[in-house]
């Protein structure tokens, strides 16, 4: 499966933009990338997923590297209620539905 | 919404006992999942199924068994559980085969402690 880097944490203010970054420079054209994120005490949500093309939903904004050997997941205007471990995923789309998460990013936002 | 849930969210057992973890989902999905989280290694995949009586292998399967009988209900099942099985352990489920947009929905967790 291939792999992603993700830094371990980073720190934000409220209103302020937050981009978090992943690199997957082993991504096949069949692997779709996807985030999700874990708040305190909850299991992981999904966020947004893309293949090729910037992605954009209520949530955040994916930008995704045109040789797609790296994505950015976007929050617009970061809130206390974004704290949370942020997840990069790989999913390949012909071999099993399964996910494979990593160690995440802890985003702290302060007030 | 879809509602994932698990029947404890804190369990304590004692070495050797047999540990049963429920999970049910409400809205019809073909995969669920057993994943279990510890600090420093993020979730790792357990078993899997893609439909009733049909289990696969995950990443770290060893010390644990999964059962699905219906559609709605995924057990992972510790035969004797071990202090190691102390962990973070979160049931998610998804539509279907063939939609690789999918996305999957997690249960909140059950924390199990092995004495």
């Known amino acids: 499966d291939a792999k992603t880097t993700q830094p371990n944490s980073m720190e934000s203010n409220e209103e302020e933009p937050v981009h978090l970054p992943c690199n997957h420079s082993?991504?096949?054209?069949?692997?779709?990338i996807h985030w999700y994120r874990q708040l305190p005490s909850q299991g992981p949500e999904y966020v947004i997923h893309g293949l090729t093309s910037n992605v954009n939903n209520r949530m955040a904004s994916l930008a995704i590297a045109e040789d797609r050997k790296s994505s950015t997941l976007i929050l617009h205007r970061a809130t206390l209620r974004d704290a949370a471990v942020y997840y990069c995923?790989?999913?390949?789309?012909?071999?099993?539905?399964?996910?494979?998460f990593g160690t995440g990013t802890r985003l702290q936002v302060f007030p | 919404d879809v509602k994932v849930t698990q029947s404890s969210r804190y369990l304590v057992k004692r070495t050797g006992e047999k540990v049963f973890l429920e999970c049910v989902q409400d809205?019809?999905?073909?995969?669920m999942f057993w994943y279990r989280q510890d600090p420093g290694l993020g979730l790792r995949l357990i078993y899997f199924?893609?439909?009733?009586?049909?289990?696969e292998k995950g990443d770290i399967p060893e010390g644990y068994s999964v059962s699905r009988e219906k559609k709605e209900r995924f057990s992972l099942i510790l035969e004797s559980a071990s202090t190691n099985q102390t962990s973070m352990y979160l049931c998610?489920?998804?539509?279907?085969?063939?939609?690789?947009?999918?996305?999957?929905?997690f249960g909140s967790g059950t924390q199990l402690s092995v004495l």
């Open positions: 199924s893609y439909d009733v009586k049909m289990k």
């Open positions: 998610a489920s998804s539509y279907g085969p063939g939609d690789h947009g999918e996305k999957l929905f």
């Open positions: 809205m019809d999905h073909e995969n």
């Open positions: 995923i790989l999913r390949d789309a012909y071999n099993t539905d399964k996910l494979i």
């Open positions: 082993t991504i096949s054209g069949t692997d779709y």
